[in-house]
């Protein structure tokens, strides 16, 4: 998601601190200022043993250099099909810091995965006072516990959020946070861990110092699973043209979390925001588009209305025309490169682009080759980056961007890192002005 590094305060080390990490080639194990969840990863394992679907044998303990000791659990041998998913606990001094469980394709028996999901997210958590309805299964209808249900419906969410940042959700319940992202068309991850505020584009979102004191709520509402709670507030809100209101609504809607999704009634709600210029309105409308789960195509209508969103302030939007060839579709501006929106978007604090930027500066792609930029954007994404999906792989991007300087340019990056970031442009309800 697009957040500067103010909206990061709540994390247990700042900035600065964690740039001390890169004063070596490898960086410290990352989870042990971690809280503990509260189980055990005996726990844990019972629960996927019991599931018929993975052995106790099958979990194997490994020491990470990026994040330290894993436990990693995986059925059959190596080049067994039936590999379709993954348990990685996280350990620390403390305890067990975060669970992740993942899934990828092929999708038959998708069934007995969630079902193995809710078993070992019900050691932790309880569920929100109202289930939304379950979103279609392409196996056919299938009978799921109401935990399984629940993770299924926002597994969906965070997939239909794709692309871009809206891919990550963030659900917290008795004080762990359920992050669920989707990667189509290979993968779906769920991260538990404690909640420290970690925040995805509904809470606290950009641009949430705009919001009344009733959309406020109704974003912690959401984040708690309570959506029908958030909706009899949002919705006499977005009635009155309140744009933060009625892009909340449109979420809900499009997502099926206050009935059946209804793309017809979900355009209606962004467009209220749309009119306000509301940059994340005037992606969603561009990005309800998409035809199929996790592709992107530009056709002109999509090609324009994220032209506009660009305009208005969407990182999401120009990370997809940086990697957007021109053509029919979209023309790019004149004396605009592709490094140059993908850049802006990294300055917004979209990490998607963050990343991008440190690669393209290590290899010399769009831009002039410069290690010490690389190694700063490395920096800069890896304090963007909470638990989820990119917990490794940013971490090991900048070990490995960082062991090519010596502590003279470890120093300068460092340095530079520290003023990349400009957060999002500005914007306010009275931006239609």
């Known amino acids: ?24 080639p490898v960086l410290c194990p990352a989870s042990e200022d971690e809280p503990a969840l509260p189980v055990t990863n005996t726990e844990v394992i019972h629960a996927a043993v019991a599931s018929g679907l993975i052995d106790a044998a099958d979990f194997e303990a490994i020491d990470d250099p990026h994040v330290g000791p894993l436990l990693v659990g995986r059925p059959g041998t190596p080049d067994d099909p039936a590999r379709t998913f993954s348990i990685i606990m996280f350990e620390s001094g403390s305890g067990l810091t975060q669970v992740q469980f993942v899934m990828s394709a092929p999708w038959e028996g998708l069934d007995a995965r969630l079902e193995l999901a809710a078993s070992i997210a019900s050691l932790m958590v ?20 109401p935990m399984a249900s629940w993770l299924y419906s926002l597994f969906y969410e965070s997939w239909l959020g794709w692309p871009g ?11 762990v946070a359920i992050i669920i992202e989707g990667t189509p ?3 779906w991850i769920m991260t538990l861990v404690v909640d420290r505020s970690f925040p995805d584009t509904t809470w606290p979102g950009d641009w949430a110092g705009s919001d009344s004191s009733g959309v406020t709520e109704a974003r912690l509402l959401i ?24 892009l909340l609504m449109g979420d809900m809607v499009r997502f099926g979390r206050i009935g059946i999704p209804h793309i017809e009634h979900a355009t209606d709600w962004y467009l209220v925001a749309a009119r306000h210029r509301h940059p994340r309105a005037i992606w969603s409308l561009a990005a309800m588009l998409t035809e199929g789960w996790g592709t992107f195509f530009i056709n002109n209508l999509k090609g324009q209305l994220l032209a506009r969103a660009e305009t208005a302030g969407s990182a999401d939007a120009l990370l997809v025309l940086g990697n957007t060839t021109p053509g029919v579709n ?26 991008d930027m440190a690669r393209r500066y290590a290899a010399g792609d769009g831009v002039a080759a410069d290690a010490v930029e690389a190694c700063a954007w490395a920096m800069v994404a890896l304090e963007n980056t909470g638990p989820g999906a990119d917990y490794l792989y940013s971490r090991q991007l900048l ?16 340095e530079r890192a520290m003023n990349l970031v400009t957060g999002p442009p500005a914007w306010s309800p009275r931006s239609n002005e």
């Open 1 to 24: 998601m697009t957040r500067p590094f103010s909206s990061c305060g709540s994390r247990t080390r700042g900035f600065v601190a964690l740039l001390g990490f890169v004063l070596g």
């Open 126 to 145: 309880t569920l929100p006072s109202s289930l939304p309805p379950m979103p279609p299964m392409e196996a056919g209808p299938v009978s799921l516990t």
């Open 165 to 175: 940042s809206g891919k990550r959700l963030v659900r917290v319940r008795d004080g």
């Open 185 to 187: 068309p290979e993968t």
């Open 223 to 246: 984040r708690q699973g309570e959506y029908r709670k958030a909706r009899d507030i949002l919705k006499p809100l977005a009635d009155n043209g309140e744009p933060q209101a009625a």
């Open 330 to 355: 979209y023309v790019r501006p004149p004396g605009v490169s592709a490094s140059d929106q993908i850049l802006d978007a990294a300055r917004w604090g979209l990490l998607a682009a963050q990343h």
């Open 399 to 414: 070990a490995d961007l960082a062991s090519r300087l010596d502590d003279n340019g470890l120093a300068l990056a460092r």
